[in-house]
């Protein structure tokens, strides 16, 4: 199955003043493009071409780590651009989403707290996450590429902190990117529908 770079689900200047029309050119056009350009050229000569991404991620986890790099990053981009929107984020998650942050996570004001820290915490480049692991809810964080699947979870929500997902609007106040994240961009019925899938 060959990668491929997905439309955006808006359009580039429609979350702003959170993120920026330039920021998402670089990132969705110049890098998401980079990983999946990369990922077909490594995943043919790997004699994967023909799993799906997910198959392609875990097995080449700890084997071929060039192919698992751009694998990983064409997942966890085709996931965030769909978990966020414009006028998201906020306080008022579906009922089902909310019962599960309320008993997993201690409730949304602990949620944020703990996802932004995360995501603060990361060193170097990296994604928070919010994952289902073994039926519960858990906030993670992984380095570079790395997410929840190669950890036994599947991810809900993600957020992007390496440096060319908010440089342009924030510099280096990666804090400020997090908490405007959660604040406004969330699109919390994505959000549901993955949590749907991965809790069955």
Not at 44 to 54: R, V, W
Request: aromatic share 14%.
């Amino acid at each position: 199955m060959a990668f491929q770079l997905p439309e955006l689900p808006y359009a580039y200047d429609a979350l702003g003043p959170y993120m920026s029309k330039e920021t998402l050119e670089f990132h969705h056009d110049k890098h998401h493009q980079a990983y999946v350009t990369k990922g077909n050229e490594l995943a043919e000569k790997a004699g994967m071409a023909d799993l799906s991404l997910e198959e392609i991620v875990k097995k080449s986890h700890g084997t071929d780590q060039a192919l698992f790099n751009n694998a990983g990053q064409h997942y966890n981009h085709i996931h965030f651009w769909q978990w966020m929107k414009p006028n998201g984020g906020g306080k008022s998650l579906p009922g089902k989403l909310q019962a599960a942050f309320d008993s997993d996570l201690g409730g949304y004001d602990k949620f944020k707290a703990d996802f932004e820290a995360a995501g603060a915490g990361q060193f170097g480049s990296g994604w928070a996450w919010v994952a289902v692991k073994n039926g519960k809810l858990e906030i993670m964080k992984t380095p570079n590429g790395e997410n929840p699947l190669v950890h036994g979870a599947v991810p809900i929500l993600g957020v992007d902190v390496w440096e060319h997902s908010y440089y342009i609007d924030y510099r280096n106040a990666r804090p400020k990117y997090l908490s405007a994240f959660v604040d406004n961009l969330v699109n919390w019925d994505y959000v549901l529908e993955c949590y749907e899938k991965a809790a069955g």
